[in-house]
């Protein structure tokens, strides 16, 4: 499965975003989706992951602030990020495990006053 994600941009602490990461196949049977993020000179984290039933799984620190969700109809999963802060600046993967793992071109997200 190939992945495209889209939706970074510059926002303001306290703003708003929602990423967004169209696949190339039918997402109904993907076991698991997800969104990592990588931050300059930082390793690659989980930020949050959807399986192919809805469970929900976010790292602590997007907890209450982000959420993701999924549209089977258009192959396409979702990361609404909300109460942004400077600290979730980074470079954001979309993720999928799929008889192996896949991951799309990063997009980047800029939190700046």
């Known amino acids: 499965v190939q992945l495209q994600a889209s939706g970074g941009g510059l926002v303001q602490p306290g703003g708003s975003l929602r990423l967004s990461c169209a696949a190339s196949?039918?997402?109904?049977?993907?076991?698991?989706m997800g969104w990592y993020r990588q931050a300059p000179g930082k390793a690659r984290e989980l930020v949050g992951l959807?399986?192919?039933?809805?469970?929900?799984n976010y790292h602590d620190s997007v907890k209450g602030r982000f959420a993701i969700s999924k549209d089977n109809a258009k192959n396409t999963i979702y990361l609404q990020m909300n109460s942004l802060k400077l600290e979730d600046s980074a470079e954001y993967y979309c993720?999928?495990?799929?008889?192996?793992?896949?991951w799309g071109q990063g997009t980047l997200v800029t939190v700046a006053s």
């Open positions: 196949k039918s997402i109904y049977n993907i076991g698991i």
């Open positions: 959807i399986s192919n039933l809805g469970s929900l």
């Open positions: 993720y999928a495990f799929d008889r192996g793992a896949h």
